[in-house]
C-alpha cells in the first residue's frame, strides 16, 4: 500500500514536499514514480526514480524545478516540489513497479502496479 501526503495550496513560485510512504511492502527493488493528474485528462508522467536512487528522470515541463528522492530505510519516496506555476495544480499519485535492473524505469501509467491515492497541489497564480 502507497500513501501520498503533503499536498496543498502554494503561491506561484513557491515550494512543497509530497511524499509517498509504502507500507506492507519493501520497495527496496521498486521503480517509484509520481504521476499527476487534472479534470478530464489523463494521468501524466512527472518523475520517477530507480530503487538505487542514482537515475533520475523527469517529464520536461518540470525539468529544473522538480526533485524525486527516496529513503530506502523509511520505505518513502518524495518529490519536491520549487518554483511552482498555476499549471502544475492537479492532483499527484505515487506509484510502484518491481524490476529486475537498478536502471529501469517506466513512464506509463499502466506500467505501473502499484499506486497510492493521490494528493492535491494547487498554486495560485
Known amino acids: 500500500q502507497l500513501q501520498a501526503s503533503g499536498g496543498g495550496l502554494v503561491q506561484a513560485g513557491g515550494s512543497l514536499r509530497v511524499s509517498c510512504a509504502a507500507s506492507?511492502?519493501?520497495?527496496?527493488?521498486?521503480?517509484m514514480a509520481w504521476f499527476r493528474q487534472t479534470p478530464g485528462k489523463e494521468r501524466d508522467f512527472v518523475a520517477a526514480?530507480?530503487?538505487?536512487?542514482?537515475?533520475?528522470h523527469y517529464t520536461d515541463s518540470v525539468k529544473g524545478r522538480f526533485t524525486v528522492s527516496r529513503d530506502n530505510t523509511k520505505n518513502t519516496f518524495y518529490l519536491q516540489l520549487n518554483s511552482l506555476k498555476p499549471e502544475d495544480t492537479a492532483v499527484y499519485y505515487c506509484?510502484?513497479?518491481?524490476?529486475?535492473?537498478?536502471?529501469?524505469?517506466?513512464?506509463?501509467?499502466?506500467?505501473?502496479?502499484?499506486w497510492g491515492q493521490g494528493t492535491q497541489v494547487t498554486v495560485s497564480s
Open positions: 506509484a510502484a513497479r518491481r524490476v529486475s535492473y537498478s536502471s529501469e524505469y517506466y513512464t506509463r501509467e499502466r506500467e505501473y502496479t502499484y
Open positions: 526514480i530507480s530503487w538505487s536512487g542514482v537515475h533520475r
Open positions: 506492507g511492502r519493501n520497495v527496496g527493488n521498486h521503480v
